[in-house]
């Protein structure tokens, strides 16, 4: 008995001209990311954050975000977390904070995150909605450069 699959199991070079693959080009950070969660890419931007910032800049994540109980939410909320505050807050000495905002590919912005970048605007406050680790990386490049 044959299995359906079975014509790929034979080596590349085996196969018919009509199944063999060509060889793909890389993918792109960009199109990499699509396939990310936030939480997956916010935990490389802070690796990449970790090793990469200068030793006198410090950056944080704040709690705000995900789901919690209500009770918990409301303790947060007393304590002063804040809806629409960006993912990433990274501080220089002498100059003002970068502001990142990591969303998942096809993820948007809420209405407190539009108003917040719309703050960082008028204040002149650096601020980007980065999808990948890649971005955060051009971002802080270009930015600083």
């Not at 699509?34 to 916010?42: A, N, S």
């Not at 090793?51 to 947060?76: E, F, Q, S």
């Not at 970048?117 to 051009?138: D, I, L, N, T």
């Amino acid at each position: 008995m044959t299995r359906p699959n079975a014509a790929l199991a034979l080596k590349t070079d085996d196969r018919p001209a009509a199944l063999r693959r060509k060889p793909q080009e890389r993918l792109q950070a960009v199109q990499l990311a699509q396939y990310k969660t936030e939480d997956e890419i916010q935990r490389e931007v802070a690796a990449y954050l970790n090793v990469k910032l200068p030793k006198a800049w410090r950056w944080h994540h704040p709690p705000n975000g995900g789901w919690r109980k209500k009770a918990t939410a409301a303790r947060l909320k007393e304590q002063g977390v804040k809806p629409g505050v960006p993912d990433v807050c990274i501080l220089r000495p002498n100059a003002s904070p970068i502001w990142i905002e990591v969303k998942a590919f096809g993820g948007t912005l809420t209405l407190a995150q539009k108003d917040f970048m719309q703050w960082c605007s008028e204040a002149k406050h650096p601020f980007k909605v980065c999808r990948s680790v890649g971005e955060v990386e051009v971002f802080l490049k270009e930015y600083l450069a």
